[in-house]
Each structure stands twice: as structure tokens, then as C-alpha cells.
């Protein structure tokens, strides 16, 4: 029978030792703290992450929940070690994650009359409500944007980047993110790509292309949208699967916007309105 989850249809992974390595320097965790976290020896650690012995699954598993992996390397590292992936990852579509699913639906319902999508892990927008589609109508005046990603709608000139007022600021948070993402899984090689090609866009200091360690974000930013029923400005909520047994649902993430403003939440509801 073929396997639920894609990642076993993936090329080989890298050896088990070479991931331990990498994720504890990823994590700044040396092989003593990670053996005693793990209920193991740094002897016998030691010896796994050079190839000498191998690990069983239940010890996997501890090292896996002692690095804080998310579940799509928890999958990739018991690989590693010779075992069959724990955690299934099922398109959102499948009846499998049927209620799970139904759950964004309503969140995206009654997240009207303002926006909410949902983003994988990439940052691709797999859904929305009707009041992003209003919304994003009103800001590119009718036109389509051009990406399905939401990073490259940030960074494109031709696309809401055009119409971000304080677009330096927002675009600095996002790269702080990807950065941030990066620094905590650094074998996605997705990531590492979409940062080289936000990064080739026009006008983007070229300090970008390094993790700010010295400077934090502000905890909440304020996006402003020119727009023809003047300024619009919005902040984000982020909602998240609690303990999710599923790689996608692991992965995704639903973000809400909500009007910094009563102007902005009138024109919302105006939009609404004139749809109704």
C-alpha cells in the first residue's frame, strides 16, 4: 500500500548523524544537553551521530521532541533512521481533515466583513473570505495580483507593494520572519529560495539579505493601504492548530485582519453591504 505521506517518496535523507548536527547547532544545543534531554548517554549520542550505533525509534523520537522539530523533520529524521514517518500529511482537501477544514471555513466566515486567508508554510495563500477578494479588489482597482505567494504580493512593485504606504516597515517585518523561519529550520530549502527571490526585486536594501540579530520588530504592526476611499489600515491576528497530528495542519496558519480605524471599518462595511 502506498504511503499517506509524500515525504517517503522524497530523495534519500541525509544520514542521521549529519541531521542531528545540524539541528543541534540550529537550536545551540550541545550533544551533552541533548543526551540528557533525551534520556540517553553522550556516549551512545555520540556514537549515533557518527555512525557507530544506531538509535531506536522511541530514542528518535525523544531527540526529535528534545530539538523542538516540527513534525515534517520529525518525519524526515526518523527516516534517517531507518523508520517509517509518524505523522501523516493529507492535502486539506481529503475528507481525512474534514473537520479541521471546516473550522477555517468558519473562521474565514466570521472574520466578515474583513479579511482572512490561510497561508502554508511557504507563505502561499490556500484560502479566503469573501472580504479579501473585496478588499483586494478595491486596493489593485479591479486588477489581479500576479502572485499566489504572499511574499512575492509584498515585494512586487506591480502588485500591493504599489499600494503599501509605509511599505519599508512592512516588508522589513516579513523579511525579519522568513529570516526567523529560516534560522529555525534551516533545511528548507523553499524558504532560502523565496528569500533569493524577494530579494532580487527593486529598492531592497541590501542589508535584507542578513538576519538582524540586534534589532527586534514591533509587536504589532500597523499595515497602511492607499487606497480610492483613502488610507486603509489594518493589524493581523495569526490562529494556529493546537497539537496538530498532521504535517499540512502543522504547517498552516490562518491570519486575520482587523480595521485600525473606524474609516477603515466603515469602508469594510460598506464593501459588505454593497455585495449583499
Known amino acids: 500500500m502506498k504511503s499517506p505521506n509524500p515525504v517517503s517518496e522524497r530523495s534519500p535523507p541525509p544520514p542521521i548523524g549529519a541531521l542531528l548536527r545540524e539541528w543541534r547547532a540550529a537550536r545551540r544545543i550541545s550533544q551533552l544537553e541533548l ?13 549515533v551521530e557518527t555512525g557507530k550505533a544506531q538509535a531506536s525509534r522511541e530514542m528518535v523520537c525523544r531527540m526529535a521532541k528534545a530539538l523542538k522539530l516540527p513534525l515534517r523533520e520529525r518525519n524526515t529524521l526518523l527516516l534517517a533512521g531507518g523508520y517509517a514517518p509518524e505523522y501523516a500529511e493529507n492535502p486539506l482537501a481529503t475528507p481525512a481533515l474534514g473537520r479541521m477544514r471546516q473550522a477555517i471555513e468558519l473562521i474565514l466566515a466570521h472574520q466578515e466583513p474583513y479579511a482572512a486567508f490561510v497561508l502554508d508554510r511557504h507563505w502561499n495563500v490556500l484560502m479566503t473570505n469573501q472580504a479579501a477578494v473585496r478588499i483586494n479588489r478595491l486596493l489593485m482597482q479591479g486588477r489581479e495580483s500576479p502572485h499566489a505567494n504572499l511574499l512575492h504580493q509584498v515585494f512586487d512593485p ?12 512592512v516588508a522589513e517585518k516579513f523579511i525579519h520572519h522568513l529570516h526567523e523561519q529560516l534560522a529555525s529550520v534551516p533545511s528548507d530549502q523553499r524558504s532560502q529560495q523565496l528569500l533569493n527571490e524577494i530579494l532580487q526585486y527593486p529598492d531592497v536594501p541590501a542589508s535584507w539579505r542578513f538576519r538582524d540579530l540586534k534589532n527586534e520588530p514591533d509587536p504589532v504592526l500597523t499595515i497602511v493601504f492607499r487606497s480610492d476611499e483613502g488610507e ?31 474609516h477603515t471599518a466603515a469602508v469594510c462595511a460598506r464593501l459588505a453591504a454593497s455585495e449583499a
Open 35 to 47: 543526551a540528557l534531554q533525551s534520556d540517553m548517554s553522550a556516549r551512545h549520542l555520540s556514537y
Open 158 to 169: 506591480k502588485d500591493f507593494r504599489s499600494v503599501m504606504a509605509n511599505w519599508p516597515e
Open 232 to 262: 486603509l489600515r489594518f493589524f493581523e491576528t495569526i490562529t494556529t492548530f493546537s497539537m496538530p497530528r498532521d504535517v499540512t495542519l502543522d504547517e498552516l496558519r490562518i491570519e486575520c485582519a482587523f480595521p485600525a480605524d473606524d
